[in-house]
């Protein structure tokens, strides 16, 4: 079973992964000004990423895409089979179809341009940290749709969508949209407390991980539609 989330009382433990030094310097001096957050690790690339956090089990792994020996893609593939995964957020400067789908699709719970402002990276660890997960405002629903509309998708789980309840099954559709509980809430005027039980209810009927498992679940099953 993967970690409880951070809390207050603990620290968020982060390892950063890039095959470039002066980034994996850059984002350790942002995030150990932090007080709820602490690099355990770096790697420059994705096999000794993989080393590294089965020595440190850090709670969120920063990763780049483009690595030499085993490529971000390949490592959080590899990370997803830990019995304690940690969760990965992917900061890359492509913001091309396949790295956002790829990603979501090898397990990463959040997809991030390194170009994003110092806020919005902490933002988004503590996001991923809380179990939670996300994508940069660059990285929108035509990003996700373009891509799976030229794949053949899979619907050999799409039975599973019938174990939903009509409520559930309309949150899906807005959460496969990228929109948030808050705004969810205020699609379908219920609190958003109500809408955060819905979307735990669904992952767990649907066995799924998290949001980013949801999007590419409803997309790759044809529950939504490119375009719809």
């Known amino acids: 079973m993967r970690r409880a989330a951070a809390t207050d009382a603990r620290m968020i433990r982060i390892v950063i992964v890039d095959d470039q030094d002066l980034i994996r310097a850059g984002f350790r001096a942002i995030i150990e000004t932090q007080p709820d957050m602490t690099v355990v690790s770096e790697a420059g690339n994705g096999r000794d990423a993989i080393d590294a956090c089965r020595d440190v089990k850090p709670d969120v ?5 483009r690595m030499p020996v085993v490529d971000g893609i390949g490592a959080t593939k590899e990370l997803g089979a830990f019995a304690e995964p940690p969760r990965v957020l992917v900061l890359t400067t492509f913001d091309h179809d396949e790295y956002v789908f790829a990603a979501l699709q090898a397990g990463a719970s959040g997809f991030l341009l390194k170009n994003a402002p110092r806020d919005q990276l902490l933002a988004a660890v503590r996001t991923v940290a809380s179990g939670d997960a996300l994508l940069a ?3 929108t629903r035509r990003l996700i749709e373009s891509y799976v509309s030229t794949h053949e998708r899979s619907h050999s ?3 599973a969508i019938g174990s939903l309840s009509p409520r559930e099954r309309d949150v899906l559709t807005h959460l496969a949209r990228g929109l948030s509980n808050a705004e969810i809430g205020q699609a ?4 958003e407390a109500t809408i955060k039980t819905h979307v735990a209810n669904l992952l767990g009927k649907l066995r799924l991980r998290d949001r980013a498992q949801a ?6 099953t044809g529950f939504t539609r490119p375009g719809a």
């Open 157 to 159: 789980q799409a039975e």
């Open 188 to 191: 379908l005027f219920l609190s």
């Open 61 to 65: 792994v920063l990763m780049d895409i």
């Open 215 to 220: 999007i590419v679940y409803a997309y790759e």
């Open 137 to 139: 405002p660059s990285i």
